[in-house]
């Protein structure tokens, strides 16, 4: 592999592994349409690649959340479960559907999304019982306060993950673009809370899909390893710019790259990349 290669994979890593770790994303979004449309990749081996370039930000990013509390494994756990049930689902109905339809449905949700956390302000629910099941905390590195919160509606939240994963698996975005925004706007919690399980979920999932991409002999070794260690520093990179943004400016960020999201898949949809 020519250096210049190599450092543009590097380069695209650490691009996507930033924004994966600020807003729980993962990186799919980006990793997939430049390795298709810069690096000449076929979508197979695309998805592959950046499927472990999601693993590897979700890694370097957990490594810090989990460590600072802001990642909630409890919830994420809980939530992951439907998410894959979802995916299974999905997966069938992708055969059913067109896929202009499926965008034109995943677009309109990023939207709605988008717009929601721009007007309506964020609420945290204080807990009722410090020690209940649903009760958490974390400090926030941006004002050096502790946000005490409880999660709201964890049975709605379960069955919304189900669509959240069907969508990601019928479109193949990561499913975190439908997760943060269900997890702050419906559950109440935090945006910071939100996105860093967002990361932590989105590595188990992007796992079993990587390796299931290895051991099928489709998975270009070099160009992975180039765009894992790109992710993982991006994704460190982006846990410390993560904790430093207010709230408010973090999700007013996040509802962009919702619209550029839904802007992304519109143009692959019309064929423009």
Not at 35 to 62: D, H, K, N, Q, T
Not at 137 to 150: F, H, I, L, M
Not at 177 to 183: D, F, G, L, S
Request: net charge positive; with cysteine; aromatic share 8%.
């Amino acid at each position: 592999m020519e250096l210049i290669i190599l450092f543009g994979l590097i380069a695209l890593g650490i691009g996507a592994g930033l924004l994966g770790a600020m807003f729980g994303l993962g990186g799919g979004v980006i990793f997939v349409p430049i390795l298709m449309i810069v690096f000449g990749l076929a979508p197979a081996e695309s998805a592959a690649i950046s499927l472990v370039g999601i693993v590897a930000g979700s890694v370097g990013a957990s490594s810090i959340f989990v460590e600072k509390g802001l990642s909630n494994i409890r919830l994420g756990l809980l939530l992951e479960i439907t998410t894959t049930v979802g995916a299974i689902t999905g997966a069938v109905i992708a055969g059913l559907m067109e896929s202009w339809a499926l965008s034109l449905v995943f677009c309109a949700v990023m939207i709605y999304s988008g717009l929601r956390m721009i007007l309506n302000p964020e609420k945290i629910v204080e807990p009722s019982d410090r020690e209940g099941r649903m009760s958490f905390r974390y400090k926030d590195d941006s004002t050096g306060e502790d946000v005490p919160y409880e999660v709201q509606r964890v049975k709605t939240g379960s069955i919304a993950c189900i669509f959240a994963g069907m969508l990601s698996s019928m479109t193949g975005v990561g499913g975190g673009a439908i997760k943060v925004p269900m997890m702050n706007l419906l559950m109440n919690v935090p945006m910071k809370a939100a996105s860093a399980t967002s990361s932590y979920m989105i590595g188990i999932t992007a796992f079993s899909g990587a390796a299931t991409y290895f051991f099928s002999g489709q998975l270009d070794m070099p160009f992975a390893g180039g765009v894992a260690i790109g992710a993982f520093a991006g994704a460190l990179i982006g846990t410390q710019l993560s904790r430093r943004i207010r709230t408010k400016h973090l999700r007013k960020y996040f509802s962009i790259v919702l619209f550029a999201m839904a802007a992304v898949v519109l143009l692959r949809t019309g064929g423009m990349l």
